[in-house]
């Protein structure tokens, strides 16, 4: 069994006020409890204060606890990570109109390099958990149908699409603290974060470069 978590950092906006890029990524790893630990340890170091805070969120935790639960996550025996960078500013002027179709596209880019490498065997069974954020019903249930068609075309064994709330999901949590690392090295051209979990990251793909 393969668990494989998506999560996204930037926004796929294209104002002034929008961000220069936009990250999928997927951490990959056949012990998801061990991503759950590290969760859970980092919650049981916060101030009491911070105790009844739901999830935890990279953007808005303090210096030490990003850089404690980046360490452990780099620690992880075949924990994989894998990202797919776009470049907003050399996105055609006709997607940046059709944003939907931008953001399947880009997370079917990504997922679609598990096979192009060979990571997972095509027999394996794969349980792949989205954050379900708080978009449009509609475009959650198209998104999950567009990757089941796209994922189960290319798979013999079964493929298991879970939406969940991150904040019942650690797991998902911790891919978000992975994402931030990278989506701060190229939105802030800080590479601090991004250097504690480059051993695990095994495909960094830069889209429209």
Same mark, same amino acid.
């Given at each position: 069994?393969?668990?494989?978590?998506?999560?996204?950092?930037?926004?796929?906006?294209?104002?002034?006020?929008?961000?220069?890029?936009?990250?999928? /990524?997927?951490?990959? @790893?056949?012990?998801? =409890?061990?991503?759950? $630990? %590290?969760?859970?340890?980092?919650? =049981? /170091?916060?101030?009491?204060?911070?105790?009844?805070?739901?999830?935890?969120?990279?953007?808005?935790?303090?210096?030490? @606890? =990003?850089?404690?639960?980046? /360490?452990?996550?780099?620690?992880?025996?075949?924990?994989?990570?894998?990202?797919?960078?776009?470049?907003?500013?050399?996105?055609? @002027?006709?997607?940046?109109?059709?944003?939907?179709?931008l953001y399947n596209?880009?997370?079917?880019?990504?997922?679609? $390099?598990?096979?192009?490498?060979? #990571? #997972?065997?095509?027999? !394996? /069974?794969?349980?792949?958990? #989205?954050?379900?954020?708080?978009?449009?019903?509609?475009?959650?249930?198209?998104?999950?149908?567009?990757?089941?068609?796209?994922?189960?075309?290319?798979?013999?064994?079964? %493929?298991?699409?879970?939406?969940?709330?991150?904040?019942?999901?650690?797991?998902?949590?911790?891919?978000?603290?992975?994402?931030?690392?990278?989506? $701060?090295?190229? !939105?802030?051209s800080d590479y601090?974060?991004?250097?504690?979990?480059?051993?695990?990251?095994?495909?960094?793909?830069?889209?429209?470069?």
């Amino acid at each position: 069994m393969a668990y494989i978590f998506l999560d996204e950092s930037g926004d796929l906006g294209f104002s002034k006020g929008s961000s220069k890029w936009f990250i999928f /990524t997927i951490a990959l @790893t056949d012990d998801y =409890r061990a991503l759950e $630990r %590290v969760i859970k340890k980092a919650r =049981r /170091t916060l101030r009491k204060k911070h105790n009844n805070v739901r999830e935890l969120h990279a953007y808005h935790a303090d210096e030490i @606890t =990003r850089k404690r639960v980046l /360490t452990q996550l780099a620690a992880l025996q075949g924990l994989k990570v894998l990202c797919i960078v776009l470049n907003k500013d050399k996105v055609y @002027t006709d997607l940046q109109n059709q944003k939907n179709h931008l953001y399947n596209y880009t997370a079917n880019i990504l997922l679609d $390099r598990l096979h192009s490498k060979n #990571i #997972i065997p095509l027999n !394996e /069974t794969i349980e792949l958990f #989205i954050d379900r954020k708080d978009t449009n019903k509609n475009l959650r249930e198209s998104f999950e149908q567009y990757l089941m068609q796209s994922l189960s075309g290319k798979r013999e064994g079964i %493929v298991n699409i879970k939406l969940r709330a991150s904040h019942e999901e650690k797991a998902l949590q911790a891919v978000d603290f992975m994402s931030w690392a990278i989506f $701060r090295k190229y !939105e802030q051209s800080d590479y601090s974060y991004y250097e504690i979990i480059k051993g695990s990251v095994i495909e960094e793909n830069l889209l429209f470069p």
